[in-house]
């Protein structure tokens, strides 16, 4: 399995970025993906989630109404749309999918660098 993501990069506070996370070796259409970040000294926290189907949906309270997580089955592919960027939103960027809707990601991709100035 290989999740690889893209997309990230500098942007000033207030603008937008799209990350993408191209999945294979796997059912992509069968898992759940996720949106993972990290800030340097900080835990890895959830961002969003999306089920197998695109019919269940949930964000973090931090990116709720500024960022937007979809996925295209047909190209095994998951997005996260990041508009109003913050410079609190600096961090690196993982995806992640799962098998089960309860339980663990157990696929991780190798994370792509966000960065927002102020």
């Known amino acids: 399995v290989q999740l690889l993501e893209s997309g990230g990069g500098l942007v000033q506070a207030g603008g937008s970025l799209r990350l993408s996370c191209a999945a294979s070796g796997m059912s992509f259409s069968r898992n759940d993906m996720g949106w993972f970040r990290q800030a340097p000294g900080k835990e890895r926290e959830f961002v969003a989630a999306?089920?197998?189907?695109?019919?269940?949906?949930v964000y973090a309270d931090s990116v709720k109404g500024r960022f937007t997580i979809s996925r295209d089955n047909a190209k095994s592919t998951v997005f996260l749309q990041m508009n109003s960027l913050k410079p609190e939103d600096t961090a690196v960027y993982y995806c992640?999918?799962?098998?089960?809707?309860?339980?663990?990601?157990?696929?991780w991709g190798q994370g792509t660098q966000v960065t927002v100035s102020s």
């Open positions: 992640a999918a799962r098998k089960s809707s309860i339980g663990s990601y157990e696929f």
């Open positions: 999306i089920n197998w189907s695109g019919g269940r949906i």
